[in-house]
């Protein structure tokens, strides 16, 4: 039987952070195995947006830590090549008042304390900054300069070099259809239709697939799977790659867009999304009558976009757990396993300190960042 230091089931983002974090760490027998394609699951379908602006303090310090190792990523993958495509030019939300402004001032209070530049502007300030956006429904602007967004295929990629720079061997087209384990229930391995492959630790970075380690467990992981549509419109006015990102409180559907191309528009609502009982990548159809619905909210906050057309529409899946935050590191009672999934269409943001962080723990270095507000097990004590 082949056996490797550690394993890693599943290719996207998040599984090739960990793979190239736990070579970088010394697990030099690194093994990757994707069942289809590298990035071709829910990494392919992101919308790719860094930002720190989260109103529970721990997503905002991984995200700090995540948006530094992006604003330096060839430096932190010691690898002049690597680039993840980061464009900063800055993400504005704006909120009506109550309670969604209440909240922005809370989350800018958060990440001003934590060191991040990040502020409420005044109406002139948010003009200069967005010339396109009409502002009379706002009570509040926020502003985080040092936001952005990149791209899913260069950050994934930079992450398998660097992974098979260290060492690593990445499997494309090898599906893992259990665990082994010893008489005292520890994991030692996986099970393929290849056979079994041995491991010191297997890591579990399955995304909307990870009820299959749940089955082969034994365990309990909550996890829901919702659908959410993605669409590209464009107009006479162009949206060039320095407009800010933003995110549009006052909207029925917390619209967020950004530039896509230079010239046209990314924007989807930011609600929950259609569940789907399983898992599936397919692409489903976006109905023009909600082209409609989100091309009007787009207009309302952007007038000159009143005359878009569709470019072209798309769907991803969130990997969601019961309150929208990931479960990272090791599992109580499955000694050997560790997981990180439930994202909630965050993972791309924080992806190379997910990586660091679940590879420490899995080879018993001390994670840099607490990892106990991610456990799974605080889903068993309510």
């Not at 860094?50 to 932190?76: I, K």
């Not at 464009?87 to 990440?111: F, M, Q, T």
């Not at 384990?181 to 239709?193: I, M, N």
């Not at 191309?261 to 023009?288: F, T, W, Y």
Request: negative net charge.
């Amino acid at each position: 039987m082949e056996h490797y230091d550690a394993i890693v089931i599943g290719g996207g983002v998040i599984g090739t952070s960990i793979a190239c974090h736990l070579a970088r760490f010394g697990a030099k027998r690194t093994l990757l195995l994707e069942r289809g394609q590298l990035g071709g699951g829910t990494t392919a379908q992101s919308s790719c947006i860094l930002r720190t602006h989260y109103s529970v303090r721990e997503n905002v310090v991984l995200a700090q830590a995540a948006m530094r190792a992006f604003d330096g990523f060839a430096g932190y993958l010691d690898d002049a090549e690597a680039d993840c495509g980061y464009r900063r030019c800055g993400y504005l939300i704006v909120a009506p008042e109550g309670a969604a402004a209440d909240a922005v001032r809370a989350s800018l209070a958060i990440e001003r304390e934590l060191g991040i530049e990040a502020r409420e502007l005044d109406a002139a300030e948010a003009r200069e900054r967005h010339p396109l956006l009409r502002y009379d429904d706002v009570a509040v602007v926020g502003w985080e300069p040092g936001a952005g967004y990149a791209d899913a295929y260069l950050t994934m990629t930079a992450f398998v070099r660097a992974a098979r720079r260290a060492g690593a061997v990445v499997r494309e087209g090898v599906e893992v259809t259990g665990l082994v384990r010893d008489a005292h229930g520890r994991v030692r391995g996986v099970e393929t239709p290849q056979g079994a492959i041995g491991a010191g630790v297997v890591v579990s970075a399955q995304n909307i697939w990870s009820r299959e380690v749940a089955g082969w467990a034994g365990i309990a992981l909550p996890l829901a799977m919702s659908r959410h549509s993605v669409m590209t419109l464009e107009a006479e006015t162009p949206y060039g790659h320095d407009l800010p990102v933003v995110k549009d409180l006052v909207s029925p559907g917390r619209i967020y867009f950004r530039s896509y191309g230079g010239r046209q528009v990314l924007v989807s609502e930011g609600n929950e999304g259609v569940d789907i009982p399983e898992p599936d990548i397919e692409q489903a159809d976006v109905p023009l009558d909600e082209v409609v619905h989100v091309g009007e909210q787009l207009m309302h906050r952007m007038p000159a976009f009143e005359s878009a057309g569709l470019a072209a529409s798309w769907t991803g899946v969130y990997d969601v757990t019961p309150d929208w935050n990931p479960v990272l590191g090791p599992v109580d009672g499955v000694p050997g396993l560790h997981l990180a999934y439930g994202f909630s269409g965050h993972g791309f943001k924080l992806s190379p300190i997910v990586g660091r962080l679940v590879a420490q723990a899995a080879l018993g270095i001390e994670p840099d960042l607490p990892l106990a507000p991610y456990a799974l097990a605080r889903f068993a004590e309510h």
